[in-house]
């Protein structure tokens, strides 16, 4: 994106092949945003989102996740369901998606395919899992697991779709064996892959690591010393990271997604982020879909605010995260944590518009604004308004697919008339 002079319009518009009519100016309560960054999205679970959040992490593994994870060996149902949280997670602000899929490399590479369709900036990751899984048919062995990643990798380097992107997906250290660890390690090596998996989520989790490796430091040491923890790397949760676990954290430059709704919902625990900020550890927000109910960045956003209140009130910290850092982190933060910075996560001149224009008038709103609200430009009133009250996205605006100027600050853009019907597609 770039920014230039509302006064030089004709000049831009023979310039840019734009026409005055696709020229339209923001009302004064109108105003743009950074796409919302999903930084941890399970799609498969997506499809039991908003029900089956009563057990603890590993019970819900094994009642309601793996036996649903299991029926995306059926495409039809993969193309149901992958259609369906593309669309609501675009309809939600998430402009960029980290996805889990499951150990099926059609129904995952479908779901590359449908992500590039709508438009929606990804990474796509096949789930590899070759032990512990409790539902004997959900499982794979070391060789299928590593042969069929291959396969996923080198199909999605193959279709080399301009925003859609691999990432290795080692469900978690309790469900992949030491060979498969170092084995999926070497190969994000060798392809300069992102990584993504699970972190320290619930203790129970992390005492069963503890005797699953013995031979390893901590549950960090497990991925480190397998090469999966790089500056390409996300790890979800991270809720009870030590000291010095934070410290590897920051050395390899990896990141953490911050799910506070999944946190809560399976009662895993509180994720102290002002203590991994404190680390200069890079992190973003999650919604950890379907451990996390709501599909929603805003809905992530609301409660890493509360989590982090609750962290105040019980005197473990000694503030809280403001609702300007926890913005962030859904915004440039994730983007960061992806290490996309250079393209997305704010509106710096150069970097992709994936934009967000908010309408918080739009018919049916759940807002409403009063006069103190909108004196001259849009108020941090209205912005923080529409954060902890907003619903859905009025209009999603994905660019590189057009060109798209803002004239002055904000206050006209052109609109080219075919991302009219884009967004019919989605809203
Ligand atoms: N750890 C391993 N797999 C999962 C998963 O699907 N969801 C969550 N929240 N944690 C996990
Ligand atoms: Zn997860």
Known sequence: MFLEEASQQEKLAKAWYFKPCEIRELSNHEFFMPGLVDTHIHAPQYSFAGSNVDLPLLDWLTMYTFP?????????????????????????????ACYFGTIHTDSSLLLAEITDKF????????????MNTSVPEYKETTEESIKETERFVSRMLQKNYSRVKPIM???FSLSCSETLLGKLGNMAKTHNLHIQSHISENVNEVEAVKNLFPDYKNYTDVYDRNNLLTNKTVMAHGCYLSTEELQVFK??????????????????GFLNVLEV???????????????????????????AVMVSNILLINKINEKSLTLKEVFRLATLGGSQALGLDKEIGNFEVGKEFDALLINPKASDSPIDLFSGDLVGDTSEAVIQKFLYLGRWIYV???????????????????WPHRLNSMCDHFI
């Open 396 to 414: 999603s605006v994905l660019n590189k697919i057009f060109p798209c100027l803002l004239l002055g600050y904000g206050s006209l853009y052109v």
């Open 277 to 303: 900020l404190k680390h200069d550890v890079k992190i973003g927000l999650g919604t950890d879909v379907a451990g996390g109910y709501s599909a929603s960045m805003l809905d992530a956003i609301r409660r």
């Open 251 to 268: 050395e390899r430059g990896a990141a953490i997604s911050h799910c506070p709704n999944s946190n809560l919902s399976l009662s895993s």
């Open 68 to 96: 649903t994870e299991l029926k995306f060996q059926n495409i039809d149902f993969a193309e149901e369901v992958y259609t369906r949280v593309v669309r609501r997670t675009l309809k939600n602000g998430t402009t960029t």
């Open 169 to 171: 997906t080692p469900r």
């Open 119 to 130: 438009g929606q900036r990804a990474f796509v990751g096949k789930v590899c899992m070759d």
